[in-house]
């Protein structure tokens, strides 16, 4: 079974980067034909996909947040990558990591437990 654990920093102030990890165990990040997205979900608002990177390493963003944010894989370590840059308080919100067949949406096969981040100064 595959298990999806985040990681990341807790707090971050505004303006800065915030990185978050998705560490994969049960299954390679590799395997056909898997896409690995980032779903966040700031308080009192609904499910939002960030964007994804698949099994040969392609990476789908949302236009929404394309010019902030960064996925990027660790083949090696099974990691997935999430880098969000220029955060600001609307920020702010619980992380996931989800395994799907597909990107885009706010659905999943897997899940990680995630990860909250709290932008503030």
């Known amino acids: 079974q595959v298990h999806l654990q985040e990681s990341g920093p807790g707090l971050v102030k505004p303006s800065q980067t915030v990185s978050l990890t998705c560490t994969v165990s049960?299954?390679?990040?590799?395997?056909?034909?898997?896409?690995w997205s980032w779903i966040r979900q700031s308080p009192g608002k609904g499910l939002e996909w960030m964007g994804a990177?698949?099994?040969?390493?392609?990476?789908y963003y949302s236009p929404s947040l394309k010019s902030r944010t960064f996925i990027s894989r660790d083949v090696s370590e099974n990691q997935i990558t999430l880098r969000l840059t220029s955060v600001t308080p609307e920020d702010t919100a619980v992380y996931y990591c989800?395994?799907?067949?597909?990107?885009?949406?706010?659905?999943?096969?897997?899940w990680g437990q995630g990860t909250r981040v709290t932008v503030s100064s």
């Open positions: 049960g299954g390679s990040i590799t395997a056909t034909y898997y896409y």
């Open positions: 990177i698949n099994y040969s390493g392609s990476t």
């Open positions: 989800t395994r799907d067949l597909d990107y885009g949406g706010t659905g999943g096969i897997s």
